[in-house]
């Protein structure tokens, strides 16, 4: 478990603590790292609440250091075969990208598209 | 937001949304439909029977995980009398197969399953990365593939086994079809929608029990049920084509999910269209007929309807009616072809003169197929020479020189390599 934030546990009210997994092979686009956790602002630039399409681009621009971009992000979508779970519920359920994260949530990214 | 409950139980929160119906489940509940639409296949078709020796294909990865997973729990709550093996096959390839064998050396110790491995090496004399040093990075899938289809075969074979159940999922078999669709390889096409290749004539069988199963269910009953399984990329470099078949599907899934078993379905009607003269494919069925009545039924209740299992009665009203439909589509698709065979030139609708203009095409240009055994090593191949030996006489051929200009000189090489492939692939 890396910590990749300076800050990984401080929950401000500026701030929230979220746990960001990546597993079926898309750990190798984050440093071979399964577990990432972060500390994300509360709001966006615009004062709305952090979505997961936020972080999704927040991964992308921050986190990920692989160039490949196109393996986790598609035309600004998270990439077809590849499923995000909310606290273990598939996001479909939660509102996608619009889901708004909560302190503490758990947000796995599952690729289906990798074989074994 | 509000959490919705399972559609099933109408307690526990809904984690799971079914990509064939939208249908919303919680964890248990979902592990229950799967278990019993595994159950289902199985059954309508008659897979296996008591006392049976069954291989399966292991790679470590989340198909034959699940797979196995799956198998041992049905062999045990429906006393199917299964004698279950993982079979795993060693390509070769350093720093691949390492850690996914590991996987599987774990999961025979979860599962409580003999396990066997093959090399290549002491298979075919090869190992995967010996033959990418001869052809290069691109079109080594197309060895690795023929050579792992037949090692299984192998190995079975060596173990006394005469039955190897693989992980293909649905969306495999559906990127299957559509690129036998776009290569007008209607043969193949008929082939891979079976669920069951071989039959009691030859000395290995092979089936894929999760055909009708979705990757991404598949992936999700790995998560909820905690499996353990291991993912890794080939280090060469993917085959493209599968590769964009594989992002066709995908993005038609995103848009429509029951895309995919829609073009399971879909498959196995062309299948039907397809003249046995063509496939060779109703060879087997006619020998094997239990199965082949099995596979009528199938196209019925296509393994995912709620005929059998119980445990998901009531749930699936839309499948059903869909599946109903679907049925009936298949009866009017006999029709047409028996019309189209008798009274040529009316009543066609685009089907149907496809079909027939196809027809003509293939039965002139293709050799006529038949399931028989390679003169060369008697395994199973639809042709006198399998794919395997006459990759291998390629490779063969090439070794000796090859390996002298690899040692020397790795520019030159290269090029070489390059020249190779052409020459390998002209010959395959």
């Known amino acids: 478990m890396t910590e990749t934030h300076p800050k990984p546990e401080m929950a401000s009210e500026n701030t929230i603590p979220i746990l960001v997994e990546f597993t079926g092979g898309l750990e190798m686009l984050f440093s071979d790292e399964r577990k990432h956790r972060l500390s994300v602002p509360s709001k966006d630039d615009e004062g709305n609440p952090v979505n997961i399409g936020w972080l999704v681009k927040h991964l992308c621009d921050k986190v990920m250091k692989d160039s490949r971009k196109e393996m986790f992000v598609l035309d600004d979508h998270v990439r077809p075969g590849i499923l995000v779970l909310v606290n273990d519920a598939d996001w479909e359920l939660e509102g996608e990208a619009s889901y708004a994260l909560q302190p503490n949530d758990n947000i796995l990214f599952v690729s289906t598209l990798h074989g074994g | ?428």
């Open chain 2, 1 to 428: 937001m509000a959490r919705t409950l399972c559609a099933t139980c109408k307690t526990a929160r809904a984690l799971i949304i079914r990509p064939k119906n939208h249908q919303k489940l919680c964890k248990a509940c979902f592990i229950a439909v799967f278990e019993a639409e595994i159950h289902h296949t199985i059954t309508t078709t008659s897979l296996f029977s008591p006392g049976d020796r069954i291989a399966i294909g292991a790679s470590g990865g989340k198909d034959s995980t699940v797979l196995a997973s799956v198998l041992k729990t049905l062999n045990e709550r429906y006393n199917y009398g299964l004698n279950l093996i993982l079979l795993s096959i060693d390509e070769g390839i350093k720093g691949y197969r390492d850690d996914s064998l590991e996987t599987v050396k774990r999961n025979a110790v979860q599962y409580d399953m003999p396990l066997k491995i093959v090399g290549y090496d002491e298979l075919y004399g090869w190992t995967m990365d010996q033959v990418v040093e001869v052809i290069g990075k691109k079109g080594n899938c197309t060895y690795c593939g023929v050579f792992r289809r037949q090692a299984l075969d192998r190995g079975a074979k060596m173990l006394g086994i005469k039955h190897v159940v693989t992980g293909h999922n649905a969306d495999d078999v559906a990127e299957t079809i559509l690129m036998n669709l776009l290569r007008g390889d209607l043969p193949r096409l008929a082939r891979s929608t079976s669920i069951v290749t071989g039959d009691s004539t030859s000395d290995v069988r092979r089936s894929k029990p999760l055909k009708y199963a979705y990757e991404k269910e598949i992936v999700l009953y790995a998560h909820h049920k905690k499996l353990d399984y291991f993912t890794t990329e080939c280090l060469y470099s993917p085959e493209a084509f599968r590769g964009s078949a594989r992002s066709l599907i995908k993005n038609l899934e995103r848009v429509r999910p029951s895309a995919i078993l829609d073009v399971v379905r879909s498959g196995e009607d062309m299948a039907k269209l397809v003249p046995e003269e063509v496939t060779g494919i109703s060879q087997c069925k006619s020998q094997k007929v239990s199965l082949s009545s099995a596979d009528g039924e199938e196209e019925g209740s296509g393994g995912c309807g709620n005929t059998n299992g119980r445990d998901s009665g009531g749930e699936m009203a839309d499948m059903e009616k869909k599946l109903q439909l679907d049925e009936e589509a298949s009866s009017r698709e006999v029709d047409v072809t028996s019309l189209a065979s008798t009274a040529d030139g009316q009543n066609h609708d685009r089907i149907a003169s496809k079909s027939v203009g196809r027809k003509r095409d293939t039965s002139r240009k293709l050799v006529k197929q038949t399931l028989g055994t390679c003169k060369r090593c008697g395994y199973m191949s639809s042709q006198d020479i399998c794919k395997a030996c006459t990759l291998l006489e390629g490779l063969n051929k090439n070794r000796p020189k090859m390996e002298i200009v690899i040692d020397v000189e790795d520019e030159e090489s290269s090029t070489l390599r390059r020249r190779m492939e052409g020459v390998t692939l002209a010959a395959g």
